[in-house]
């Protein structure tokens, strides 16, 4: 099986252990719920069973003392052989006080009947044939009686009512005898309705039914219940009577919910829900946590994949400057281990191994100030680090406090970024910008050769002419006389004063080339404007007498100097002077005029600037060539090189000025650059 193939198969069965696990916890707890739930319901229904089996067994015990005790009053009625009216009195008397007996009859020993007194309280349709019929209850209830020789009772039947209704009732046959003598019979109707409301009513709750049924389960007289519930109840017990045997039964209805048959059942359901509540909690935990750690390892392992990627170094300290974390880069930058930078600032937390040695101190002492709160400037600061073989190496460091989740800060951030080659790009780039620089200018001198030999002529010509003069004046007058006279001395010594004069302004023309060749000073200073103006100008003067221009210059009073690196500045103004003498170099322009000015820029309140402004009546700049000005090596002359005005904005811009140029009104263009003013507050 391949290394894939196993994660997976791997992952799946942690992950289906872990789901069987939960699921056989839920189904075992759900069970012991359900079979808890169940037992307390039918503990409940046995409960409810029992106490109507007892109720019912009560209510027969009831009824047959209720009939014993009416057995007695009967046989009373009879006691001491009473008068016919006097019995009738007497029976009616226990008709009043019991309600259950309907109708009391007194027949001699042929089931004559000799009187009967009836209930008050229901008025029966009573047949009298159907009574006297042999196979009347009545009738049978007696010959049961006679051959038990004790009272006994017939089944119940069904009579109707004067008002439509009827009743279920039931006869009770009473031997009497005088004497030892069958003397006739004392038979009395019960009414089985009011046997139940009279003998079982009171002790019956409303939630119960009691009724007397037939074994199929007839109802012959029902009794209360008026609030049925969901589930019932029944219980039936027998009425074993001489001569019948009757069924009573109670039925009852539970109204309460059967799923909480009682507060047990209650508690453990409840108890139960907590119980799943805290399970289904624990798994919806338990679920956010795999899920959290899930995402916890992918963004590990992303920020893992972005350390390792970056060649940004990056190193973590905290507030006692011990290294707690260093990445790959930061390894491969200084040639240390990660183990042997963390080792020894745990050992040594004021110094670091990258330290050069000879900066120690002045590393210990920055890192007290970082220590003491103080925030390094955004922008990052350069210092110098070693590497393991000892070189040393220039790094860009941008430090941050860190701050832990709780809002605390715990120590610094900082990253490196190594500078060398950067270090290495900038200084060839300078190189060649003065290489560039040095050769424009030697074009420029070239070009000037011609000029100078033209301007050097003059003295020289001069110088010659009064050598010569000087040589014939000291030629002896005459052979007589080999000294020269007076007068020839005198002209001798003015043309050696003209001599020392004319050399004087060939040294000073030299002198100039000289000093704009070689001068290469490149500290920025603060130079006067007058004094830039003055320094091209015998220069611009030598090109503008061969041209014919005149050279106009204006500087305002009271300028602050302009603080920029003289040289430079000079060969910018003497490089626009130039173009803008030759632009003027056409036979149809007659006014030529070069105007050289400074003036105090639009400044804001940090900052002054000073505007130089090279104006000329010229030929004007066309707008393809205006597109291609500051390209290098553009020109529209021949012998030009096409450096100047590339290398002019070049300067300016190094200075943090701006270098343009504008159309001139009548004629020419209008050169314009600023440069910063000198300001002794800031220095
Ligand atoms: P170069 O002087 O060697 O030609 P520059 O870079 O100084 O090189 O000038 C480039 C071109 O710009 C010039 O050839 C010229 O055509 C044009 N130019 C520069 N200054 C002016 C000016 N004041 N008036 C008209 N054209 C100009």
């Not at 589930?231 to 009425?239: G, H, S, V």
């Not at 002359?637 to 450096?643: A, I, V, W």
Request: proline share 5%.
């Amino acid at each position: 099986m391949s290394t894939i193939p196993r994660a997976i198969w791997r992952r799946w069965r942690s992950a289906w252990r872990r789901w069987s696990l939960w699921t056989a916890l839920i189904a075992l707890v759900v069970s012991m719920l359900v079979t808890m739930v169940w037992l307390a319901g039918r503990y409940e229904a046995s409960q409810v069973q029992s106490h109507l089996e007892r109720d019912a067994a009560d209510a027969v015990s009831d009824i047959r003392a209720a009939l014993t005790r009416n057995l007695q009053s009967l046989q009373a009625l009879n006691s001491g052989d009473p008068g016919l009216l006097a019995w009738e009195v007497e029976a009616s008397d226990l008709l009043r006080n019991q309600r259950e007996l309907v109708r009391l009859e007194w027949r001699d020993s042929a089931m004559r009947l000799r009187t009967h007194v009836q209930s008050p309280y229901r008025a029966v349709l009573w047949d009298r044939g159907l009574r006297d019929h042999n196979n009347s209850e009545a009738n049978q209830a007696c010959s049961t009686a006679r051959r038990l020789s004790s009272p006994a009772y017939s089944g119940s039947y069904y009579q109707p009512h004067v008002d439509g209704l009827g009743s279920e009732l039931m006869e009770l046959c009473l031997p009497l005898s005088t004497g030892g003598r069958a003397s006739g019979y004392l038979i009395a109707t019960y009414a089985l309705q009011s046997v139940l409301a009279d003998m079982v009513g009171a002790s019956l709750t409303r939630s119960q039914e009691a009724s007397f049924t037939e074994p199929d389960g007839t109802r012959l007289a029902v009794l209360g219940a008026s609030r049925r519930g969901s589930r019932m109840f029944t219980a039936q017990q027998l009425l074993d009577l001489p001569g019948t045997t009757l069924v009573l039964r109670m039925d009852t209805w539970h109204t309460a919910p059967s799923v909480f048959p009682n507060v047990l059942t209650a508690l453990v359901t409840a108890m139960s829900i907590a119980l799943v509540t805290v399970m289904w909690v624990l798994v919806r935990d338990n679920r956010r946590r795999l899920r959290a750690e899930r995402d916890l390892g992918d963004a590990l392992a992303f920020r893992k994949a972005m350390e390792d990627s970056l060649v940004t170094g990056l190193r973590a300290r905290d507030l006692q400057g011990r290294i707690t974390y260093v990445n790959p880069a930061f390894c491969e930058m200084v040639g240390f281990t990660a183990q042997e930078l963390m080792g020894h600032s745990t050992s040594a937390p004021a110094s670091a191994l990258y330290w050069p040695p000879e900066r120690v101190e002045e590393y210990r002492q920055r890192q007290a100030i970082r220590f003491a709160g103080n925030t390094p400037p955004r922008e990052g600061f350069e210092s110098e680090f070693m590497r393991k073989d000892g070189t040393r190496f220039p790094v860009l460091i941008i430090e941050a406090p860190l701050i832990n989740a709780q809002g605390l800060h715990t120590g610094w951030m900082s990253a490196f970024l190594d500078i060398s080659e950067q270090r290495r790009v900038e200084e060839l780039s300078r190189a060649s910008q003065e290489r560039l620089q040095a050769t424009a200018r030697l074009a420029t001198v070239g070009e000037m050769a011609s000029l100078l030999s033209h301007e050097l002529n003059q003295p020289l010509a001069a110088i010659s002419s009064y050598a010569t003069g000087s040589l014939n004046l000291l030629e002896p007058p005459s052979a007589t006389d080999p000294q020269p006279s007076a007068e020839s001395l005198q002209d001798v010594r003015m043309a050696m004063r003209q001599i020392a004069r004319q050399a004087e302004r060939a040294g000073r023309v030299i002198k100039s080339v000289h000093d704009f060749v070689r001068r290469r000073d490149q500290a920025r200073e603060a130079v006067p404007a007058q004094q830039l103006v003055d320094a091209i100008l015998p220069l611009a003067i030598l090109q503008a007498r061969k041209l014919g221009v005149r050279v106009h210059t204006m500087v305002e009073p009271g300028l602050p100097p302009a603080l920029c690196d003289r040289t430079m500045v000079e060969q910018v103004l003497l490089n626009l002077a130039r173009n803008a003498m030759q632009a003027m170099d056409d036979p149809t322009i007659h006014t030529r005029v070069l105007d050289i000015r400074v003036k105090r820029a639009a400044s804001n309140r940090h900052n002054v600037w000073l505007e130089f402004s090279v104006t000329d009546c010229g030929s004007g700049i066309p707008d393809e060539v205006a597109q291609k000005l500051f390209t290098p090596f553009f020109t529209t002359r021949t012998e030009g090189m096409g450096l100047g005005l590339s290398l002019c904005r070049t300067v300016v811009e190094q200075h943090g000025g701006y270098l343009g140029f504008a159309p001139h009104e009548p004629r020419g263009t209008v050169f314009t650059f600023t440069l910063p003013a000198h300001q002794p507050s800031k220095s």
